[in-house]
């Protein structure tokens, strides 16, 4: 055990009592290959609000907009709403609200007519603060065809390195949840509600499910499978439009419909991660797996 660092200087800290300080301070795991200056970030985005019309030094005047004029952009006839300007890469920078990073991302998503090009959307997608920490874009593996669609919540520690999903511990339990019902991994398949991993593995916010949740609703329409499971809370409360938690609604079916007029029967049930610690509850989840089948 080292010895706590006090009364010193951070600044002045050699670089080993630099690290030193930092794993006493709770910091023990990497999330970026390179790290990130956040007093920088964090000026940045106070010199953004600064700069916006209604903010900062800005607050109440608009030299640009003429006397009576609206402050939303004009609306040409029967088109909508007017789009939300993107940042110059094309996404949404993380400076934006997550109200206009939504916004970006559902227009993204809608122009994807492949899931090709659905990836090439996400992976330019600069709206989603997890992107910088995440080693890798988890998009989706196996049959894409397939009458069975799995959802996750989010990549963990092994999927991010390898940039697939579960990979890790859980994927190799759903792997055998599957067999249990006579399917393969190479006849589903699988993706989650965020393509980049939380770091540490924490909860993802209800921001961070917000603004993806375009991605993955049209992940699905592209596929147009027969039947959706979610795997956990985040992703079960995120495609069946509960507040209701996992153990409530595991079991439960509903009916989705996508924008081409198909439509899906969805379930939830407990994710293999939740399976693994708590193995008693797999009973359930033999019970789920075999109305799966069913549906199949």
């Known amino acids: 055990m080292s010895k706590p660092i006090t009364d010193f200087d951070v600044n002045n800290l050699d670089p080993f009592e630099a690290l030193v300080w930092q794993f006493e301070m709770g910091a023990d795991e990497a999330i970026a290959d390179e790290p990130l200056d956040r007093f920088k970030a964090s000026e940045s985005l106070r010199q953004n609000a600064a700069n916006r019309p209604g903010f900062g030094a800005n607050a109440g005047t608009n030299p640009q907009r003429p006397a009576g004029a609206s402050a939303r952009p004009a609306q040409a ?29 559902r227009d993204a998503a809608a122009v994807a007519n492949s899931l090709e090009e659905l990836k090439a959307a996400i992976e330019k997608f600069e709206g989603c603060a997890l992107k910088k920490s995440a080693s890798n874009t988890v998009f989706g593996t196996g049959n894409v065809e397939a009458k069975l669609v799995l959802v996750g919540e989010a990549p963990g520690a092994e999927e991010d390195r390898q940039g697939l999903p579960f990979v890790g511990p859980s994927g190799k339990l759903l792997d055998a949840m599957l067999r249990s019902i006579g399917l393969a991994r190479e006849e589903v398949y699988i993706t989650n509600i965020l393509p980049w991993r939380p770091p540490g593995n924490r909860q993802p916010t209800t921001a961070e499910v917000a603004v993806c949740e375009p991605f993955v609703r049209r992940h699905l329409e592209l596929i147009g499978p027969k039947v959706v499971v979610c795997l956990g809370g985040s992703s079960a409360k995120t495609l069946m439009e509960e507040d209701r938690g996992i153990t409530r609604l595991r079991g439960t079916w509903k009916e989705v419909s996508f924008a081409d007029g198909k439509k899906a029967d969805l379930t939830a049930m407990f994710h293999p991660a939740y399976l693994l610690r708590t193995p008693e509850q797999k009973r359930l989840a033999w019970r789920d797996l075999r109305a799966i089948a069913q549906k199949l």
């Open 77 to 105: 006839a029967g088109n909508g709403p007017a789009p939300i300007p993107a940042g110059a890469d094309g996404g949404f920078l993380l400076s934006d609200t997550p109200h206009e990073a939504r916004q970006s991302a």
